[in-house]
DNA sequence: TCGTGGGCCACAATTACATCA
DNA sequence: GCTGATGTAATTGTGGCCCAC
């Protein structure tokens, strides 16, 4: 625990490294595997959402791309990729990633070319756009541990700039600390937008996202990773509200027909000729606020209790004499027909 | 055909850092 | 400048699915 974020996916950013370098066919043969495999996942996973939320910022991005590939459009809607003027830096047009100190020493160079330029590739013409880069020092990178931000990045982003370089100021000196990227505005963004048009990837996708945003496919990975569970907690938020909401109106249409059953409970009492009758209930649709008539041979408590109980349930509609007119909770998001509530009556025929 | 182990992925829970009031 | 709250990047552990053997 606490180590650079750099030595934590050894295992994973060596496989990375290893589909990185190219294993062609046989790679795209597995990836398209997987993309089957997370098909299915995302069709698990999209399965009609209650409420629709839309989580989503009015991103600044423009969006004249697919993630297939796409070209990041710079600021300014130039989407001339990856000169120099755009990338605006030496070190971003070597790639940098995002996490990785500059090397030093020549060795160090050599190292971190084999290292980042596959895992994370280094973008040389990919990125068109302008990005800071807060770049850290992995604990296993040896020399210094310190965090160098190119200010010269900064674009309209100053704020961030600023922030990050004096962030760069108060160093750690020991190597131990857990160091997080707070991903650009740009970055955050245009995840975001990938996000809206799949909330899962496929390692391709994940690459030519990683690559374009000079991200590790770990972060990207991680970063929809925990996008996803962040959308999830919402949608549980709002679920939650709405269930309140549900368990309000039934608490108060139970109160209100056992108030009604006890004053047809009263009525029968106070009538004896009302007994002579058949069975009769009115019940009031909470709907609409009409009544229906049902003959019935039940009791009027086990038919009051039949409607106090069927609301909840659906499938319950055959014994109740008007069909549940709420919102199916789930799933949410297909509008339910709003069928008209039988208000024939269908007793004392 | 069935069982098993490995690889990969998503997810939940958690940690830890950065930022802000 | 300190502190608690909040947001979120990153880690860890687990389970499911697929595939090769």
Redesign the pocket.
Known sequence: ?????????G??EQ?ER??ASGKGEEESE?TL??S???G??HQ??SIDPPLQLDLLPRSPVPRNTTHQGVSWPSDNGSSEGGSSGQMGLAAAARGFD??RMPPVTAEEEEEAEDGAAAESSPNSVAAPFQMDFCIYRGAGNGGGNK?VFDGSAAGDDGG?AE??S??ASDD?ENG????????SKEQ?AYLEESFKEH?????KQ?LALAKQLN?RP??V??????????T?LKQTEVDCEYLKRCCETLTEENRRLHKELQELRALKTSNPFYMQLPATTLTMCPSCERVATTTTTTTPSSSAAAATTNSTDPSSKATTPFPISRPRFYPFSQPQPQSQPPHQSSAAS
């Open positions: 625990m606490g180590l650079g974020i750099n030595n934590s996916n295992k994973q496989e290893e589909k597995e595997k997987r089957r495999r997370n299915d996942d698990r996973l995002v996490n965090r961030e922030r990050a004096s962030r750690d131990l600390a857990r160091k997080k990227l707070r991903l955050s909330n899962t990837l496929n390692p994940k991200l770990r972060q990975e991680v970063w929809f990773q925990n996008r996803r569970a962040r999830k």
